[in-house]
């Protein structure tokens, strides 16, 4: 198997995340994120995720601002990618293990974490980020883990 990385997500503030990818690979990098959704959105997709979901008007409205044209699966992880790999630096180091991973014919582990604080981002169904144009939980060259318990670790962000 080839060596694994890890994706920690931290709150800095109300709307803004540090994210951590490390691994043997590919060293460690930092960068910050953004909120994946509104909050009207991250309702709705809470909603959406339930067994029996019955969206209201406003829910399928929030969910519009996610995009049209595909299912609302790929949309929402099309949203989270966005978010989690707006940075290009982080974006390519974690390619680049993905890269190396196919290369090696064997599935590269990646465990995402979250720091205390981060429960909001720790509900959302980060199994289906996309990347590409695949979700990271079907690909092949992928095994994908959601540690779904929240850290207990300080959080990165301003002191004070």
């Not at 953004?34 to 709705?44: G, H, K, R, V």
């Not at 992880?77 to 707006?86: D, N, V």
Request: hydrophobic share 40%; proline share 6%.
């Amino acid at each position: 198997m080839a060596e694994p990385i890890t994706i920690r997500l931290s709150r800095l503030d109300a709307n803004r995340y540090t994210v951590d990818l490390s691994g043997p690979a590919v060293g460690e990098t930092r960068a910050e994120m953004a909120a994946p959704f509104d909050a009207a959105a991250a309702l709705a997709v809470q909603r959406l995720l339930e067994p029996t979901s019955n969206l209201s008007r406003a829910d399928k409205e929030a969910l519009t601002t996610l995009g049209e044209g595909a299912p609302p699966r790929e949309l929402i992880g099309r949203a989270l990618a966005g978010s989690l790999f707006a940075d290009e630096d982080l974006r390519a180091d974690f390619d680049t293990a993905l890269s190396l991973a196919a290369k090696a014919r064997q599935p590269l582990p990646v465990e995402l974490r979250f720091a205390a604080g981060s429960d909001e981002l720790a509900a959302l169904p980060w199994e289906q980020v996309y990347n590409h144009g695949v979700e990271l939980s079907l690909h092949e060259h992928c095994r994908f883990a959601k540690d779904q318990s929240v850290s207990v670790e300080e959080t990165v962000g301003p002191s004070g």
